[in-house]
């Protein structure tokens, strides 16, 4: 991640580097939103607004799919897509912080795709030993045509993107049990 780096997280937890990353994620943010403002045209004003104005830190990972289009339309008996020479979508869930929203990304014409899950560079003990909370995350373009999104958990743990188009839903639910 270029902008809200594994390093730049952990110095904010030492005591005695707290003021100077301040400055510095400070400094980051603000050109990671000059450069998000340069992609305002490559997406749909939904995804545009998620990037802009919401956050998804300390929501939790619900899931994570890989889906070759072209096997799953063999399967279905259905003719194989136009789309052929991209056909991997991605599809990742994430319920957010507060625990009242449901996040589905949908990525397609997906041509990179990585997980990182055994970093080793925890930055918070995660006694669950899941992939730990969302951090943060970054988009930015690739090139011309393709957007990378990028994502940082709690343990260290990434997860990258690289894609044509992107589809962000986000759905109220209710909770009857969410522990803080």
């Known amino acids: 991640m270029e902008y809200f780096s594994k390093e730049l997280w952990l110095r904010f937890q030492d005591l005695n580097e707290t003021e100077q990353a301040e400055r510095v994620w400070e ?9 998000l403002e340069a992609l305002k045209e490559r997406l749909n004003s939904t995804e545009f607004n998620f990037f802009t104005n ?21 399967i279905e008996k259905k003719k194989r897509s136009k789309s052929y020479k991209d056909p991997i979508n991605v599809e990742i869930v994430v319920l957010n912080g507060d625990g ?23 930055l ?21 045509s393709l957007l990378n999104h990028e994502i940082l958990f709690s343990t260290g743990a990434t997860i990258k993107v690289k894609f044509k188009c992107i589809k962000i839903k986000k759905k109220k639910i209710r909770i009857i049990w969410w522990p803080k």
């Open 100 to 122: 009242d929203f449901i996040y589905t990304f949908k990525y397609s014409k997906v041509v990179f795709f990585n997980i990182d899950f055994f970093s080793n560079a925890d």
């Open 54 to 74: 919401e956050s998804l830190h300390d929501g939790e990972l619900i899931s994570l799919r890989v889906i070759d289009t072209n096997k799953k339309r063999l």
């Open 124 to 144: 918070f003990d995660d006694y669950f030993r899941s992939i730990g909370d969302w951090g943060y995350d970054e988009l930015t373009s690739a090139d011309e």
């Open 27 to 35: 400094q980051n943010r603000n050109s990671y939103i000059k450069q």
